[in-house]
């Protein structure tokens, strides 16, 4: 098991950056494939970014670009760097987390999943 915590979301104009957060808990986070997605009103959660506990890296082609994953292993710790941010960004934020094999896209590769942190973008 493996309990995760997003932070970092909040209100900015368009083309501002923000950074997200999500902390992991336990001891063996280096070997989980880690994920980013996001939910806006009215719409299915779609994939953002991924990384591999090998260190891959697969964006959607949404954000590739502007939007830089990354994980720090020593931390317990996933990284979403969003830059350019358009209104269309707006979002719930989660990240999630799994050891399963499968596709990175998919919301059914991850097991584990954060609450979620709120993205507010105005134009």
């Known amino acids: 098991q493996v309990q995760l915590v997003e932070s970092g979301g909040g209100l900015v104009q368009a083309g501002a950056s923000l950074r997200l957060s999500c902390a992991a808990s336990?001891?063996?986070?280096?070997?989980?494939?880690m994920g980013w997605f996001r939910q806006a009103p009215g719409k299915e959660r779609e994939f953002v970014a991924a990384i591999r506990r090998s260190s891959s890296i697969y964006y959607a082609d949404s954000v590739k670009g502007r939007f830089t994953i990354s994980r720090d292993n020593a931390q317990n710790t996933v990284y979403l760097q969003m830059n350019s941010l358009k209104p269309e960004d707006a979002a719930v934020y989660y990240c999630?987390?799994?050891?399963?094999?499968?596709?990175?896209?998919?919301?059914?590769?991850?097991?584990?999943w954060g609450q979620g942190t709120q993205v507010t973008v105005s134009s």
């Open positions: 336990g001891r063996t986070f280096g070997n989980y494939h």
């Open positions: 999630a987390a799994t050891d399963r094999s499968g596709t990175y896209s998919s919301v059914g590769f991850y097991v584990y």
